[in-house]
């Protein structure tokens, strides 16, 4: 078969799996695609490759093209969200300092009450609060604003930083953060390192947020659909496998390669197996649907989700917000992906918006082949967003 060359770029984090997995398990190659993966030391540095086309696609996170439709942040350009790499796997801990205050509240840490460990923090936090988190258009920022929203905290209390992930650990230990919201594996770095303890996954605030995206330039797009499709597919087939739990030591050993995350194997298995220590020499916690790769239609680029998002860069922002939501609809590209599918079978679900938040329980949808259950897709203070659109797949 012959080969094309695909440049892709992506953060070392567990959630980029799926590309690193496409390429090292010949997915990628069994769809004609030699992938090249460049691993790069910020989101900043990301987004502006993938604008100004030094790559094709990238592990992006889920509101970045979105933002950079919209023309907030770096050069205006139109990005598309060809799939969900992943949802949940994010972290939010704080420094031991703050912790040993929380605690002398009353508070214990159970690493899935966000009610209580706000107040805690509310009544332990110094004059201000200063919050970490990887990217100003992140889904860290969109679930930590959600949450400290509905706490008695001021908002001029808190002021939120940027820190690129593997800086994370770092700017703890050094006293520049009291905070910070980032994905794995860098918040157990920072318990390792830093002896930050882990307050609350994201999935505690939100239950199905999509993480990160396989972004790509519209225009690009638009030139090469079969090269899409090869990559949906491949990306797709490797999501698929990291979803089985028998697989998760050998994927473990392949993200531990120094060409990939380049860190200990204790530092990448508690993302994938789920067990997570939220402090030193303390036993790991469960956390339920810490990260997910593919069961309940999480690859679906949904417009929903998109919809969103938009409404919150609108909130932060003062845009228009059906103009927002417009443009996010837009970039969500579910037309591609059941393109690139439905021809090798995929259960496709029959439209390509939902209600947000609505699922407490998993639930049968209608798909094409009638086999699809989604959700639980809650949000902690039990929101319901309901966007109206169109129930025809599109």
């Not at 318990?191 to 972004?215: C, Y």
């Not at 679900?349 to 699922?359: N, R």
Request: glycine letters at 6%; aromatic letters at 8%.
């Amino acid at each position: 078969m012959n080969t094309t060359r695909i440049h892709c770029g992506y953060l070392p984090l567990v959630d980029c799996a799926p590309l690193i997995i496409a390429k090292e398990l010949s997915f990628a190659a069994q769809e004609g695609i030699d992938l090249t993966l460049a691993k790069q030391p910020s989101w900043s540095a990301l987004r502006d490759m993938l604008a100004f086309g030094e790559i094709e696609f990238a592990h992006i996170l889920s509101p970045m093209p979105v933002a950079m439709s919209l023309g907030l942040g770096g050069m205006p350009s139109h990005i598309d969200a060809l799939m969900v790499l992943s949802v949940n796997g994010t972290v939010i801990g704080v420094s031991a300092e703050l912790d040993r205050k929380m605690r002398d509240t009353g508070w214990r840490n159970s690493f899935c009450d966000p009610q209580s460990t706000s107040t805690a923090l509310f009544e332990a936090a110094p004059r201000r609060l200063r919050i970490g988190v990887p990217f100003p258009f992140s889904m860290h920022r969109m679930l930590l604003e959600t949450w400290l929203s509905q706490s008695p905290i001021d908002p001029d209390q808190v002021e939120i930083v940027t820190v690129p992930p593997p800086q994370m650990a770092q700017a703890v230990r050094n006293g520049a953060l009291d905070m910070f919201c980032v994905g794995e594996p860098w918040g157990s770095v920072a318990v390792q390192q830093s002896n930050a303890i882990l307050v609350l996954p994201g999935s505690s605030i939100w239950e199905f947020a999509p993480e990160k995206v396989l972004g790509a330039r519209r225009d690009w797009v638009t030139q090469n659909p079969s090269r899409c499709h090869a990559m949906i597919r491949a990306v797709y087939k490797a999501a698929h496998w990291l979803d089985q739990p028998e697989n998760i030591p050998l994927a473990v050993e392949i993200l531990a390669r120094s060409q990939h995350l380049d860190l200990p194997d204790h530092a990448i298995d508690p993302a994938l197996t789920q067990q997570i220590v939220t402090k030193l020499e303390e036993r790991p916690m469960h956390a339920d649907r810490f990260l997910g790769f593919h069961k309940g239609a999480a690859n679906f680029p949904w417009r929903s989700q998109a919809a969103w998002i938009a409404d919150v860069l609108a909130g932060w922002h003062d845009l228009d917000r059906d103009h927002a939501r417009s443009a996010a609809r837009d970039c969500f590209r579910t037309d591609i992906y059941r393109e690139a599918l439905t021809l090798i079978g995929v259960d496709m679900p029959g439209a390509s918006e939902k209600v947000e938040g609505s699922m407490s329980v998993p639930t049968a949808v209608a798909s094409s082949k009638g086999e699809m259950i989604l959700g639980p897709d809650r949000f902690f203070n039990g929101a319901v967003f309901d966007f109206g659109g169109s129930k025809q797949p599109k």
